[in-house]
């Protein structure tokens, strides 16, 4: 009688093994999602890293019509590359600072929806065109101080002219960092120069040549400062759009 339990032990063991073999038996994802958000003009829309820049979201609708939603975060010069997606067809929209892709109405009913289906098999490339809520612009290049600040001058304006998404402008944010990746999430504010609208003031700013310079006096010299601009409007998570990343060398 042990040994016919024990035949029986053995079998349900090897059974088990076999059954997790064929449960594993898939590819790993291998297929690649590239591509680029821009505005009307075809200039990628400038943006941040992690998780409060632009980022993709994919509903892989071959494996269900319901499917959880998965999201990556695009890089701070408006493209993205993921390459570890599966096979499969799937309905991609874009999500930051800017009018939205897909909107709906106050019973969850979808009113628009710019979102692209595509068949993801590969290397997938997309583009989206989007309506930036604002559109920051250099004025010149940033300037050395002879008392080792760093000036800037810029100006911006409203991306679009859907009055649904032209709320206050509430800030204006000179970011400065020894990093290239500088932004709301990552700048020293010992040097970076923020400036806070309250009610409609910020409007005013809208479409005026302003110059910024960084506090906290001299800058540390022999390095490189990497400084950027960006303005946010109140709206939904209050994103930031950003001016591109230029550099000062601080002798």
Known sequence: MKKIFYYIAITMIVGAGSSCKKLDNYN????????????????????????????????????????????FQSMQDGTFNYTKLFAGTDKVSVEGPFVPL???????????????????????TLKFTVEPFLDIEWIGEPVLNADGTITATIKFIRGTTNPAFQQNVSDLFLFVNATKYVGNNNYDNRYSNHIGYNGTDGNNAVGQTITLTTTGGKLPGQREYFIRVGARISYGLNYYNYTDVKTVTVP
């Open 28 to 71: 790993a994802p291998a297929e690649t999602l590239t591509g680029s958000v821009v505005d009307a003009s075809g200039k990628t829309v400038q943006t941040e890293t992690a998780g409060n820049g632009t980022r993709v979201k994919l509903l892989e609708t071959s494996w269900s019509a319901n499917p959880t939603p998965f999201y």
């Open 102 to 124: 897909v909107q709906t109405d106050n019973t969850g009913a979808t009113i628009v929806d710019k979102s692209q289906t595509v068949q993801i098999k590969g290397v997938t």
